[in-house]
Nanobody, 115 residues
Framework: QVQVVESGGGLVQPGGSLRLSCTASGSIFNIYTMGWYRQAPGKQRELAARILSGGGTNYLDSVKGRFTISRDNAKNTVYLQMNSLKSEDTAIYYC?????????WGQGTQVTVSS
């Protein structure tokens, strides 16, 4: 069983920045695909950003140029740097670790963008 824990959410004004962190247990973190998903009230969960074991990344169109996903395999941690935040970025952000057809979710962290 892989344990996934997110941190770093909070309240920020429009135009501000936040950095989310996610740690995943296990000695093979380096081969996990790590993803940040988000779910706004009344909406389906969507993939915001993903980073593959080799470092390749994918982003939701609406966050391209504003969000950056990165990983530190030595710390079993993936980060999501979010800049130029907008009210529509308000959501619960979930981290997911995937490998060999299995997916492990964290409990989520709330991000609220409001003045």
């Amino acid at each position: 069983q892989v344990q996934v824990v997110e941190s770093g959410g909070g309240l920020v004004q429009p135009g501000g920045s936040l950095r989310l962190s996610c740690t995943a247990s296990g000695s093979i973190f380096n081969i996990y695909t790590m993803g940040w998903y988000r779910q706004a009230p009344g909406k389906q969960r969507e993939l915001a950003a993903r980073i593959l074991s080799g470092g390749g990344t994918n982003y939701l169109d609406s966050v391209k140029g504003r969000f950056t996903i990165s990983r530190d395999n030595a710390k079993n941690t993936v980060y999501l740097q979010m800049n130029s935040l907008k009210s529509e970025d308000t959501a619960i952000y979930y981290c997911k670790a995937s490998y060999s057809g299995y997916g492990y979710w964290g409990q989520g962290t709330q991000v609220t963008v409001s003045s």
